[in-house]
Nanobody, 118 residues
Framework: QVQLVESGGGLVQAGGSLRLSCAAS????????MGWYRQFPGKQRELVAG???????NYADSVKGRFTISRDNAKNTVYLQMNSLKPDDTAVYYC????????????WGQGTQVTVSS
């Protein structure tokens, strides 16, 4: 069974930084894309940042220049460094991975709350 376990969320003041981590474990043969999504209350989950197995990255316009996604393939882990945080970044952040565990599938973490106070 595959698990994605997130850590690093919490409460921070505007202008501060947080680093999210997400480790994939279990019966994993290969990981393709990994990414971070966020969900505001009453809204659809939206992509924040993604990184391919080759290291190519993409970002939502709202976080470009402030957030950085990276991954450690040896550890099956993806990170999201969030700087210059704003109250508008307050949301539940979810880790996502497209990986092969027997068959290819799309997996999600349990979510971690990020709260930015003004």
């Amino acid at each position: 069974q595959v698990q994605l376990v997130e850590s690093g969320g919490g409460l921070v003041q505007a202008g501060g930084s947080l680093r999210l981590s997400c480790a994939a474990s279990g019966r994993i043969f290969s990981i393709d894309a990994m990414g971070w999504y966020r969900q505001f209350p009453g809204k659809q989950r939206e992509l924040v940042a993604g990184v391919t197995s080759g290291g190519s990255t993409n970002y939502a316009d709202s976080v470009k220049g402030r957030f950085t996604i990276s991954r450690d393939n040896a550890k099956n882990t993806v990170y999201l460094q969030m700087n210059s945080l704003k109250p508008d970044d307050t949301a539940v952040y979810y880790c996502n991975a497209v990986l092969a565990s027997g068959a290819w599938g799309n997996y999600w973490g349990q979510g971690t709350q990020v709260t930015v106070s003004s």
